[in-house]
């Protein structure tokens, strides 16, 4: 029979689930974490939760806060457990699962609230996980929307702010004004230089409304950049079940997440920060190796192995990598093409890094899927294989294997024109990638003038050379043939 997870009842839980060393009452509050999802509590909560079985840094617990109508939800779901999350986690050798205690409190759903808790001095950091979208980022500038409405209410009304940067522009003038130290802002959004963007948002902000705060808040906080990630899909009906069913744990809100995490942090903190090193969280002066090393073999590999995947029907991940024509593709694409463009990165091996890629890609518990890999590739092509075509080019180097990946791509927005191949283009602009896809199998220039898209390599003879014959063979001998002629 499943017991029902809180704190009364957590001695009851059966042993096949790891319990906290420490109690609830051990911890107090140094972070408050805005946006708990299942990546945080997979991730963050976990390493801190971690920290506290080795019996210290007690006084370094989560306070969850949230702004948004899924926060409200979350806590709803968290309340009764008394803030507490089952995590399991996804080894393809045996599930494990572990009652994660770190976070001690989730404030109410209201601005006020969470204004008054970032202003009490015993909280040091402040944590995001907001996704992209939270940052108001322009889609044309790539840098700070200040003119979007919500930014611009909050500009005239500080004192009622809505907007995370509203709120901890406010939180911050309470502190300045009351004496109180301020606290470190550190994003754990998975996008790059993610610090910056943060600062970024912060003082732009900041600078509309009154300059000489802004001035306090570029002296006084600091913006660590970090690199994050740990495979987390969404939790469902099924998951939960799965909990219920494999470890007698009725949880409305777990988490399933692969074993793998990492957390690389720069050590730059205005007002301490806990001891994180002591549970595997690198800390180093600049994250900017780590991140490209991650955007180019993790974020690239995904986006290359899922267009040739979805062009022949398959639906997992893990049974992609277990297609010995793609699993081998994307080896020789990573080893000649990739790895060449990325300068050392201190302590990482990238032959090893890259095995850890491909059993993570491998895993079969995690069940990830092909389809969304392919999910808005208008947006992630520019981001994660085309500065790589860039950089080969520059370098005088071939881009052969990269100019397939672009040409699968534009073989798979053709294919998605025919209602009987099953393949469904979810992206947002699919009904112009479709109609230049079926052009480009007579002119390939009408795949490859999407400016907005392609950038300088619209007009590169060497790329729209490699395209062309990739395209070409793609539509006239097929995948298996085409990606077999690239490995030969």
């Avoid at 802004?214 to 998951?239: G, L, R």
């Avoid at 896809?437 to 300088?456: E, P, R, S, W, Y």
Wanted: glycine share 6%; hydrophobic share 45%; charged share 20%.
């Amino acid at each position: 029979m499943s017991v029902k997870l809180n704190s009364h009842t957590l001695s009851t839980l059966s042993s096949k689930v790891n319990k906290p060393s420490y109690t609830r009452e051990q911890l107090t509050a140094g972070i408050i974490h805005i946006g708990v999802g299942n990546f945080h509590r997979a991730h963050q909560a976990m390493y801190l939760h971690k920290l506290f079985n080795k019996g210290v840094a007690h006084n370094w617990a989560i306070r969850g806060a949230g702004t948004k109508a899924y926060d409200l939800a979350m806590r709803n779901k968290l309340k009764p457990q008394d803030w507490l999350t089952t995590v399991v986690e996804l080894d393809a050798q045996g599930l494990s699962a572990e009652v994660c205690g770190s976070m001690i409190d989730f404030i109410e759903n209201d601005e006020s609230s969470l204004i008054a808790a970032l202003s009490e001095e015993g909280i040091k950091i402040v944590s995001l996980t907001i996704t992209e979208g939270g940052y108001f980022m322009d889609d044309k500038t790539a840098g700070f929307d200040l003119n979007h409405p919500e930014i611009q209410a909050d500009i005239k009304n500080l004192d009622r702010p809505t907007t995370v940067f509203g709120i901890l522009i406010t939180a911050l003038k309470n502190r300045r004004e009351q004496g109180v130290e301020a606290f470190t802002i550190m994003s754990c959004d998975n996008i790059p230089h993610n610090g910056n963007v943060a600062k970024r948002a912060v003082l732009e902000m900041a600078i509309a409304i009154d300059k000489d705060l802004a001035q306090w808040i570029e002296t006084h906080v600091t913006f660590p950049n970090s690199m994050v990630d740990c495979i987390t899909p969404a939790t469902s009906t099924a998951e939960r079940d799965r909990l219920t069913h494999l470890f007698d744990v009725d949880d409305q809100a777990p988490v399933f997440c692969e074993p793998f995490r990492q957390w690389v942090l720069e050590d730059n903190f205005t007002n301490g920060r806990p001891p994180l090193e002591k549970v595997g969280v690198e800390f180093v002066t600049d994250v900017a190796p780590f991140e490209l090393m991650k955007l180019r073999i993790l974020n690239g590999g995904h986006a290359a192995i899922a267009y040739p995947a979805a062009l022949m029907g398959i639906e997992l991940v893990h049974d992609v990598m277990a297609n010995s024509l793609i699993s081998t593709y994307l080896k020789k694409l990573v080893v000649e093409d990739i790895i060449p463009t990325l300068a050392p990165v201190p302590g990482v091996d990238f032959a090893e890094y890259f095995s850890v890629i491909e059993s993570r890609f491998s895993n079969p518990e995690v069940r990830d899927t092909v389809p969304r890999l392919c999910q808005d590739a208008s947006n992630r092509l520019p981001k994660f294989i085309l500065p790589i075509i860039i950089a080969n080019l520059e370098m005088q180097r071939d881009c052969k294997g990269l100019a397939l990946v672009v040409a699968l791509w534009c073989r798979l927005c053709a294919a998605s024109a025919d209602p009987e191949n099953g393949i469904a283009l979810d992206d947002q602009q699919a009904d112009r990638l479709i109609k230049n896809a079926l052009a480009a199998k007579n002119d390939v220039n009408a795949f490859l003038q999407m400016h907005d898209i392609f950038g300088t390599l619209c007009d590169n003879e060497i790329f729209a050379k490699n395209f062309g014959h990739w395209l070409t063979m793609l539509w006239t001998q097929g995948i298996t043939e085409t990606i077999t002629k690239y490995l030969d």
